[in-house]
């Protein structure tokens, strides 16, 4: 790419990002408060405490979780956050993953 630039063949465009800066925050801060929330869900359902469970947990390999207390897990975020799951969802394991989803459905 530099060298496309340099012969001009590719134009450099610098974006100022600054003017965004608020959108990422609550953004972010939205995120966060998800994740953790689903954190605590994973937390109840399984019964294990904070510390076992990294946001990159996955439900079934890492933690020991079951069919049935996934199924849980769904109806419990499902009310919480009043957003449903399909079976084609099922590929969702980890608290990071059911966040990123919740925010965008």
Known sequence: LKEMIEKAELQYISLDLSRYGDAVA?????YKTVLAEVQAVFCRVLSLPKEEVDVRSNFLLDLGGSSLEY???LEELSKIFNTGFSLEESFLSTP????????NH
């Open 26 to 30: 609550v953004t972010d801060a939205r």
């Open 71 to 73: 199924f849980a897990l």
């Open 96 to 103: 990071a993953e059911f966040a990123k989803y919740i925010l």
